[in-house]
């Protein structure tokens, strides 16, 4: 059975950094790709960034592009978001998600993590 599991929101400041951690389990995700996405109170929810378990490869929402990095660690089986330059606007509950590469929808999601950025 696939479980992830997020860990790292909080409260912080605007301007600071938090670094969210995704710890994947449940099978080899080879072939997957992990993303990240948030939903802020009464809106949808958006896409942030993804990476492909396999290659590395990564891309990014334009709203987070060179403040956001996504990143891995296979020995862990863990996937990172690493938040900078945080903003008011960045205040979401954040999730992580995994889908097959060759797929556009995403099977597998976590439980989501608070994020909060205060003016």
């Known amino acids: 059975q696939v479980q992830l599991v997020e860990s790292g929101g909080g409260l912080v400041q605007a301007g600071g950094s938090l670094r969210l951690s995704c710890a994947a389990s449940g099978r080899t995700f080879s072939g997957y790709a992990m993303g990240w996405f948030r939903q802020a109170p009464g809106k949808e929810r958006e896409f942030v960034a993804h990476?492909?378990?396999?290659?590395?490869?990564?891309y990014y929402a334009d709203s987070v592009k060179g403040r956001f990095t996504i990143s891995k660690d296979n020995a862990k089986n863990t996937v990172y978001l690493q938040m900078n330059s945080l903003k008011p606007e960045d205040t979401a509950v954040y999730y992580c998600?995994?889908?097959?590469?060759?797929?556009?929808?995403?099977?597998?999601w976590g439980q989501g993590t608070q994020v909060t950025v205060s003016s």
């Open positions: 998600a995994a889908r097959r590469i060759v797929v556009t929808q995403y099977d597998y």
């Open positions: 990476i492909s378990w396999s290659s590395g490869n990564t």
